[in-house]
Structure formats: structure tokens, C-alpha cells
Antibody, heavy 119, light 107 residues
Framework: QVQLQESGPGLVKASETLSLTCTVS????????WSWIRQPPGKGLEWIGY???????NYNPSLKSRVTISVDTSKNQFSLKLSSVTAADTAVYYC?????????????WGQGTLVTVSS | DIQLTQSPSFLSASVGDRVTITCRAS??????LAWYQQKPGKAPKLLIY???TLQSGVPSRFSGSGSGTEFTLTISSLQPEDFATYYC?????????FGQGTKVEIK
């Protein structure tokens, strides 16, 4: 059973960089696409981007200038960096697996981690 | 970006009711649509992909239909554990986008 676990600071200062890591267990990161999705408190879901194990990425154009997703296959981890954060970036951040065998639907999710941007 | 509009945004129903949620896409997406269930404080859970394929382990009272721009999620007989928020997601093109959600509450 694949499991994903987010880790990283829960509080980030405005204008700084948000950094999160997702550790994948129960399966290899060397298949599928690995994604970040966020959800502001009380609001809907926003896809941030994905990375493939080879390093190929695809980002949401709305965030592209501020986002970097990287992968470390030796640790079965992938990471998110979001620069120049503002209060609008306060959200629960989920790491997840996009399964191209089911048309890219997201079949495994981490539990989510709340990141609050403080001024 | 492809916009998804769900209706209704909120519905109140009783245990045993048949419930239908609609998702409309701003352009044709063939059958590249998924449905998720989210309970408070939890991550979303995949219910259906490619519009009508039930994810393994999901009860058969959930079903999906549609293609092109209009899709539906149906719960044939609402159970207490089904009270949650439901999201559609298009898988046709990037960036992936979600509907705004439909909250199903107890009547």
C-alpha cells in the first residue's frame, strides 16, 4: 500500500520561500507522476504541478514563476518550493500520486500539512 | 484553463435518498473526468475516473456518467458515511482543474 507523508515548516514569513518534502513509502517513486495540490482553508482544490522520476515537470501557469518541484529517487522523496509567499498561499498542501493508468486521476494522497504565511 | 462548474454547491438529503451532482466543463473533455470525496480534515478520496470507472474498493452505490461537457455523479442510496464534499476534476489537459465542490449535508 502506497503511503505519502508531507513534512516541513507549518509557518512561513511573507516574502520567504515555502519548502515541503513528501516521502513515499510502499512503492517506488520511479513510476507515475508525483504532484502537489493545495487547498486554502474552507476553499477548493488547486493543482500546483507534478514531477516525473526522471525530473520532468509540469507546473500550473498561475504559479509557474514561483514554483520548483524536485525529486530525490535515492530517498523516494519529492519536494516543493514556493517563493515570495503571501497570505494567499496559506493552505493545506497535499502531496499525491497521479496515476496515468487511470487517466491521470489522483489515487494516493498524503494527509496534508497546513502552511500558514505570517506577516 | 478548463473551468468546471458543479451544481448544486450545497444539498441537504436524507439517508436512503438518491443524490445526483452535476459537473459542467467549459470545453469538451471527452471522458477525462474524475470524482473525489472529501471529509473534514481529510485528504480527498478518489471515487471514479474516466467519468464512469469505479475506483477499487469504492461502494457500487456510487456511479458516474457523461462525456464531453456534462457529467454526473450519482449516489443511489445515501449512507451516513457519504455526508461529505464532492469534487470533480478534469484530466483532459494541464493544468488539471477542479470544480468548486458540492457539500452534501444531512437533512
Amino acid at each position: 500500500q502506497v503511503q505519502l507523508q508531507e513534512s516541513g515548516p507549518g509557518l512561513v514569513k511573507a516574502s520567504e520561500t515555502l519548502s515541503l518534502t513528501c516521502t513515499v513509502s510502499g512503492g517506488s517513486i520511479s513510476t507515475y507522476y508525483w504532484s502537489w495540490i493545495r487547498q486554502p482553508p474552507g476553499k477548493g482544490l488547486e493543482w500546483i504541478g507534478y514531477i516525473y522520476y526522471s525530473g520532468g515537470t509540469n507546473y500550473n501557469p498561475s504559479l509557474k514563476s514561483r514554483v520548483t518541484i524536485s525529486v530525490d529517487t535515492s530517498k523516494n522523496q519529492f519536494s516543493l518550493k514556493l517563493s515570495s509567499v503571501t497570505a494567499a498561499d496559506t493552505a493545506v498542501y497535499y502531496c499525491a500520486r497521479e496515476n496515468y493508468d487511470s487517466s491521470g486521476s489522483i489515487d494516493y494522497w498524503g494527509q496534508g500539512t497546513l502552511v500558514t504565511v505570517s506577516s | 484553463d478548463i473551468q468546471l462548474t458543479q451544481s448544486p454547491s450545497f444539498l441537504s438529503a436524507s439517508v436512503g435518498d438518491r443524490v445526483t451532482i452535476t459537473c459542467r466543463a467549459s470545453q469538451g473533455i471527452s471522458s477525462y473526468l474524475a470524482w473525489y470525496q472529501q471529509k473534514p480534515g481529510k485528504a480527498p478520496k478518489l471515487l471514479i475516473y474516466t467519468a464512469s470507472t469505479l475506483q477499487s474498493g469504492v461502494p457500487s452505490r456510487f456511479s458516474g456518467s457523461g462525456s464531453g461537457t456534462e457529467f454526473t455523479l450519482t449516489i443511489s442510496s445515501l449512507q451516513p458515511e457519504d455526508f461529505a464534499t464532492y469534487y470533480c476534476q478534469q484530466l483532459n489537459s494541464y493544468p488539471l482543474t477542479f470544480g468548486q465542490g458540492t457539500k452534501v449535508e444531512i437533512k
